[in-house]
């Protein structure tokens, strides 16, 4: 049995009216029409759908079946059309998004705020590297990506919504903790503890050092912000990090930031995508709530 969607809405409106011509009315086709959909369905089906005694139309038995299962799919499709304009207004939907290990530090404050205004949305997070969200934006694998430079060498639509200075950290009993305007040219004397390889962190810092001519005597490499921090305070060496990733070690004073002559080194967190995706609602959403409020969410000024 082929019955089209199409057959089934022209029976329910002959069959809510009784009317062929009332049908064709509300459809905006002609009598012929419709009598043609109804006269296809019922050889589709193989039994008569209306009887007309002169001028009424009724519904046979296999009609009056047929109009409540054709009512039950009017309401499934109105349900969709609903669901779907749900979507387009972003309270529905699913948001994936991949951030630079150190965005992990802001992002799901963010998204905790994102959340309450569209408590229905489901957020899919990924925290990767930056080599793993290069490889991401390149394939289009996820909605949107959050790190700081955008590779130049890709289409991208790229915002900075947000500074990300990166600071020289010690302990706070180190030698220089309490001395001001460090030079630069002292840092070549001491020994850092750097991120790893594909970390922008670590590309940034290098491209610092190099421009100023400075030697990076690099100590131990180390693939995650968390371990530089307790390296750091344990001793092993200065580190380089994100001002984002410290809030806590600042705050408990296991770690001090040094005042160093040209830092802290200015970059800035950007939201992107590749250049021509179309975004879904949601995601659309979320670019925009980072552009706009981030900055205000994470950092708000200080009360005067
Ligand atoms: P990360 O930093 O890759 O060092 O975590 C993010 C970035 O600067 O892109």
Redesign the pocket.
């Known amino acids: 049995m082929h019955i089209t969607l199409r057959q089934f809405q022209v029976f329910e409106a002959v069959a809510r009216h009784l009317s062929f011509t009332q049908a064709a009315k509300e459809l905006h086709l002609s009598q012929p029409a419709v009598s043609m959909q109804i006269k296809q369905m019922e050889e589709q089906i193989g039994l008569h759908l209306f009887e007309h005694l002169g001028k009424q139309v009724f519904l046979t038995e296999a009609g009056r079946e047929a109009y409540r299962y054709s009512r039950v799919i009017a309401q499934q499709l109105e349900e969709m059309e609903a669901v779907m304009a749900e979507l387009k207004g972003a309270s529905r939907g699913k948001l994936t998004i991949s951030?630079?290990?150190?965005?992990?530090y802001f992002i799901p404050t963010l998204l905790g705020v994102f959340h309450e205004r569209f408590p229905d949305v489901t957020v899919s997070l990924n925290v990767t590297?930056?080599e793993t969200?290069l490889r991401q934006l390149s394939e289009n694998e996820v909605d949107l990506v959050v790190?700081?430079?955008p590779p130049k060498d890709m289409d991208l639509e790229a915002g900075a919504f947000m500074d990300?200075p990166l600071v020289v950290i010690a302990p706070p009993e180190h030698p220089l903790a309490k001395e001001k305007n460090i030079p630069i040219a002292r840092l070549g004397d001491e020994i850092f503890l750097t991120?790893e390889r594909?970390?922008?962190?670590?590309?940034?810092i290098e491209r610092f050092f190099k421009q100023r001519g400075i030697r990076l005597n690099t100590g131990m490499e180390i693939a995650s912000?968390e371990a530089i921090k307790q390296s750091v305070q344990a001793g092993l060496g200065l580190g380089l990090l994100?001002r984002d990733t410290l809030e806590m070690e600042l705050a408990l004073e296991k770690l001090v930031i040094l005042d160093v002559e040209d830092f802290p080194i200015l970059?800035h967190?950007?939201v992107m995508h590749r250049k021509g995706k179309r975004l879904t609602t949601v995601a659309q959403a979320f670019k925009d709530f980072l552009l706009t409020e981030a900055r205000a969410i994470l950092h708000p000024p200080a009360p005067v």
């Open positions: 951030v630079a290990s150190t965005a992990n590297n930056r969200l790190m700081g430079q990300n991120r594909g970390s922008g962190t670590r590309s940034a912000n994100s970059r967190w950007y």
